[in-house]
């Protein structure tokens, strides 16, 4: 819907999302995988923070950072697919100016402050391996506390200009945005002034946050495996690796998705349109789902308290 303003121009009061352009007769088939991926991811999410919560043993601060891990999942999960999937279903196509900025935020805030958590998480693999003894003396409640602070606060300083900025632009023409979420550079385009800043902010910022967290976060696993092929025991060594698992294939779904959705979006006309949306989309929605499942089959003690929180309610 727009707005008159004058006899030259016009007003955006909201935006038309029309998802994939090159599929709009067949992109509502996509919902068949979408839903039961979102079921799932909210599902799995849920069971594990139930885990954590009632079972006792899981009261340590590597299962809080998990915990935090899974609570952004979930937000970010409720923020971008059941509106995917109302377009799909129902051809509800439009969202207000103040709901798609709030998408905007929530999008640019969280997915970041995930990276942050895997972070955090790598340093506690690092100081559990590295130096076992000193960690119970570092890795505390209050150091997940601090942690939880520095993501929240870091992220959220550097990611709001974001949205800011966009919404401050004039939006005097389309409203239809070429895209199912309300992503930065999707919405900016539609305005009728410049957003050379909007692009440059929303480069520097996504480098700065991500590539910063992934250098350091490949830092902590260098020294951690040059530690692990220092140890006499095979035994030893299988069990360091074994508890770092379930931690790097998280990281490698997180990364290469995001990665590779960077990418093809800078490829520009070389790739489809329609690729870096749909990457854009499962990118909230796969490591939410395969999270808590990679950890609750990989981890006995999330397992245990798994099987003890079905058994409780049953």
Known sequence: MVLSLNNTGTQVTEFQMI???????????????????????????????????????????????LAILSMLDVILCLTVIPKVLLIFWF????ISFAGCFLQM??????????????????????????????YPSIITEQFVSNAAIFIVFRNLLATLPTPVLAARLNYCASNVVENCICANISVAKLSCGDIHLNKL???????CLLGSDLVLISLSYCFLLRAVMRLQSGGATTKALSTCGSHLILIFFFYTLLLVFIFTNKAGKKVPSDVPILLNVLHHLIPP??????????TQEIKQGIIKLFKYQC
């Open 289 to 298: 789902a395969l999270n808590p499942i990679v950890y609750g089959v990989r």
């Open 19 to 65: 998802c994939f352009p090159g599929m709009q007769d067949t992109q509502h088939w996509l919902s068949i995988v979408l839903a039961p991926l979102l079921i799932l991811a909210l599902g799995a999410n849920f069971v594990l923070l139930l885990a954590i919560w009632q079972e006792a043993s899981l009261h340590e601060p590597m299962y809080y950072l």
């Open 105 to 134: 935020f929530i999008m640019n805030t969280f997915l970041p402050m995930e990276s942050s958590t895997f972070l955090v998480m790598a340093y506690d693999r690092y100081v559990s391996i590295c130096h076992p003894l000193r």
């Open 201 to 207: 902010y929303q480069f520097v910022s996504v480098w």
């Open 91 to 94: 051809n509800l196509k439009p």
